[in-house]
């Protein structure tokens, strides 16, 4: 039994396009680890999960080394808003990714 080769594309197909994380809307990549259209979606991105993960932290630290009451419920308040934007956001990016598939 010999092996197959992998099945390769002509070198003139363009490769498909990434979706942002961001904006969920397509892009080419010009490098192989790109996942954002732009460098302001990327910052976007990034910020906001500092900005998420800044609040969770300091929710954490009241709730167990400062006791603060009902600290475990606050921060599950928070998980739950951070959750439900993002599953905004990927409604958001499916509606786009489902446009954009439906163009010519
Ligand atoms: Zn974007």
């Known amino acids: 039994m010999t092996a197959q080769p992998a099945p390769s594309r002509p070198a003139t197909t363009p490769p498909p396009p990434r979706w942002c994380r961001e904006c969920g809307g397509p892009f080419y990549a010009w490098r192989n680890d790109m ?3 732009s460098a302001t979606h990327r910052a976007a991105y990034h910020k906001r999960r500092y900005k998420w993960g800044g609040l969770l932290y300091d929710m954490v630290i009241a709730w167990r080394v ?6 475990l419920s606050k921060m599950t308040q ?3 808003q951070i959750a439900n934007e993002e599953r905004a956001r990927r409604k958001r990016h499916a ?10």
Do not use: T, Y
């Not at 400062?66 to 600290?71: A, E, P």
């Not at 509606?95 to 010519?104: A, G, L, N």
């Open 35 to 37: 996942e954002f259209c």
């Open 66 to 71: 400062d006791r603060v009451f009902k600290g």
């Open 95 to 104: 509606e786009v990714k489902s446009q954009q598939e439906r163009k010519p």
């Open 78 to 80: 928070l998980a739950d």
